[in-house]
């Protein structure tokens, strides 16, 4: 069954649309490959897909999202140089989408650190102080 996925990177990662595209020509798979400005559609086998995916993902677990694409590259029926031009449907969602993705990607990277950041000390209050509040209320 042959499927299609978008690899999309993170602005904040260091891989590059072209990284990936030439990682897919070297790695001999027989896929279909198309670069974007946000990253790169692959199309093919459903089990190479996938394998290929996994490998890809390993480059920048934390930068590097993938999503389900319900058409080929070059699809009539999403083709803008078939459609007489203009962004083709789905562009605005996925632009939106990856505006959030730096965000997702630092919190993805800190879940395997042991201690959230911190960005400035509290120190802790007086027990004394406590019960003054306490009283007041």
């Known amino acids: 069954m042959l499927v299609t996925k978008y690899v999309i990177m993170s602005s904040e990662s260091n891989i590059l ?3 990936i595209a030439m990682k897919i020509y070297g790695s001999g798979y027989d896929v279909l490959v198309k670069e974007t400005c946000f990253g790169v559609i692959i199309n ?3 089990e190479v897909v996938e394998a ?8 920048d677990p934390a930068g ?23 962004a083709r449907p789905g562009f605005y969602m996925i632009e939106s989408e990856t505006k959030l993705l730096p965000m ?3 919190a993805l990277a ?10 400035e000390k509290v ?13 007041e209320v």
């Open 17 to 19: 649309p072209s990284d």
């Open 44 to 46: 093919g086998e459903k």
């Open 64 to 86: 590097i999202f993938i999503k389900d694409r319900g058409f080929p590259p070059g699809d009539p029926r999403r083709c803008r140089g078939r459609r007489g031009g203009g």
């Open 110 to 119: 800190q879940e395997d650190k042991p201690e959230p950041i911190v960005t």
């Open 52 to 59: 290929l995916v996994k490998e890809i993902r390993a480059l």
């Open 104 to 106: 997702i990607s630092r």
């Open 123 to 135: 120190p802790p209050l007086p027990l004394k102080r406590l019960e003054e509040i306490v009283n």
